[in-house]
């Protein structure tokens, strides 16, 4: 199975500031089926991009994604009190589908 | 707009079995399938199997098997997942999480609430 691995463990910003995430996978990820996470505590995690790179609906346009074959990065252009949270990625390429370790992303 | 709602909270004894339930409100499964992710306290996501309400085919991770099943009931579109020959370890929310069929449509756009399930002796 692949591997997804997330750096670093923790960012610690301060708001309005850029957040840049990366997630590396063991292997190639087919056709860019990568996506990525918000989850804050005590709530199930919320889709924000798919396909590495399309943003899901309702998600802000300060979250974008980048990348294809192994290495993939989540960037948050500046950072809003609500994006302080866990970020995962996953891959859906290739089976069983797996997910990262995940990124926390807290206040400086 | 389809919500995912998912049975309450557990307790468990080590070597029981757990059964959790994941109704779709405001909608049907349609032509989605429904996985379980589960969460270990303080951990990360891990994706435990998925089954086609529709087809009533279901595939699991492989660690899990022969020990979880996952079922649905087109009927009340509501999903199931059972997981057998509890331990400790398996303390963690669970999630079931809607994602389409085809290659390229696997990711989770709509997650239940999660529910907590407790093994302790």
């Known amino acids: 199975e692949i591997v997804l691995t997330q750096s670093p463990g923790t960012l610690s910003l301060s708001p309005g500031e850029r957040a840049t995430l990366s997630c590396r996978a063991s292997?190639?990820?087919?056709?860019?089926?990568l996506a990525w996470y918000q989850q804050k505590p005590g709530q199930a995690p919320r889709l924000l991009i798919y396909g590495a790179s399309s943003r899901a609906t309702g998600i802000p346009d300060r979250f974008s994604g980048s990348g294809s074959g192994t290495d993939f990065t989540l960037t948050i252009s500046r950072l809003e009190p609500e994006d302080f949270a866990v970020y995962y990625c996953?891959?859906?390429?290739?089976?069983?589908?797996?997910f990262g370790q995940g990124t926390k992303v807290e206040i400086k | 707009q389809v919500q995912l709602v998912q049975s309450g909270a557990e307790v468990k004894k080590p070597g029981s079995s757990v059964k959790v339930s994941c109704k779709a409100s405001g909608g049907t499964f349609s032509s989605y399938t429904i996985s379980w992710v589960r969460q270990a306290p303080g951990q990360g996501l891990e994706w435990m199997g998925r089954i086609i309400p529709i087809l009533g085919i279901a595939n699991y991770a492989q660690k899990f098997q022969g020990r979880v099943t996952i079922t649905a009931d087109k009927s009340t579109s509501t999903a199931y997942m059972e997981l057998s020959s509890l331990r400790s370890e398996d303390t963690a929310v669970y999630y079931c999480?809607?994602?389409?069929?085809?290659?390229?449509?696997?990711?989770?756009?709509?997650w239940g609430q999660g529910t907590m399930v407790t093994v302790s002796s």
């Open positions: 999480a809607r994602a389409g069929v085809v290659v390229g449509t696997i990711y989770f756009d709509i």
């Open positions: 996953q891959q859906y390429g290739s089976s069983p589908t797996t």
């Open positions: 292997q190639s990820v087919s056709s860019s089926y």
